[in-house]
């Protein structure tokens, strides 16, 4: 069957509510000034919000449907999106046919959470049922020791070393530097990426993103709504996502992009070399690599060599994670999944300020989300372009 397109669907008024490493505030109060950030650049009150998508971990023990409760909400169209790092597509995904399918005329998508001091930890503590029986038995857990058997089967399979993954990080630090509200903010070399202290073997201390409190939000909307409200806006062009995909390979070297790259480009009637920026899920430089070779900017294994070729800052040839990513901006929990998808919004509408690429129309937003054990399981991606 082919796929309906998205004409007419729109995003727009993107907002970052700033981050902060720790935070006793709620999720709920995260994600309410996100929120109320989106309406304010719409001049819209929360009346007018008939469908609403959130994504937390850290709301508990409440959901979205007591959120609608706690800020006033009355939608008639809700979903919660518990995919990770792939929540800001999944979550754009649901929202745009919701829209098309007049189930909601304005829908705010919206991902934070909230970090206190041990809130990290405790979180972790029961993140899955995977981690509980696959990981912790053997005295680790957390994402750092998954990462790191996922990055040394990389290095090992393909012949990389840890230099490769600097050129990632050392770019997104240099990105950050631009954005005021990055939590990194000293600038990095490769020699400080390769002597830094070890974390997980092979994973050290810049692999890794810093943990925070956060949120970021987005609204969906049709066009017409968008123009009469004096909105800059983003068309949505295409998007992609699976769950669980290649789950014969012993351990992760692809993600679900490589199953649905093809239709990605034929919905979008463009490829790889027409975008003018890439925000992928950066929660460790290799899984960046992974996205960019699944995503068909290079082959499977060349991801490292390729990216040694481009700059990946914003004055460069491929502008990557723009505003420093979550490696340099922070994780702010399932913020994570929508932190990509926001900055490449503002990008593409030309209001991103000291992190804009000059001239930039068209950007690629990947996400990448729930690891278990040796996988993570969730992967999305979407095109978008400048309106008119």
Known sequence: MARMG??????????????????NETAHWWIARALRGSLRAAGLTPAQIDGFAVSSFTLFPDTPVALTQHLGLSPRWLDTVPTGGASGVVALRRAARAVQAGDADI??????????IDGFRTLLSAFSRFALDASYPYGF???NA?????????LTEYGADRADFAHVAVAQRANALNNPHALMKKPLTVEQYLSARPIADPIALFDCVMPCAGAESFLVMREERARALGLPFARLRATIERHNAFAEDPVQ????????????????AMGPSDMDLVQTYDDYPVISVLQFEDLGFC???????????????ITGDLPHNTSGGQLSAGQAGAAGGYIGLVEAIRQVTQTAGPTQVENARRALVSGFGMINFDRGVCSAACVIEAGA
Request: aromatic share 12%; net charge negative.
């Open 6 to 23: 998205y004409d007419g669907v729109v995003l727009t008024a993107p907002h970052t509510e700033p981050y902060a490493r720790f935070s």
């Open 107 to 116: 829908v705010a998508c919206v991902g934070g959470d909230t970090n206190p």
């Open 141 to 143: 857990g957390g994402p």
């Open 146 to 154: 998954n990462f790191a058997l996922l990055m040394d089967a990389y």
């Open 253 to 268: 070297l692809r993600g679900g992009w490589a199953v649905d790259v093809d239709d990605l480009w034929a919905q979008a």
């Open 299 to 313: 082959t499977k294994g060349e991801g490292p060599a390729f990216l040694r070729k481009h700059d990946l800052t």
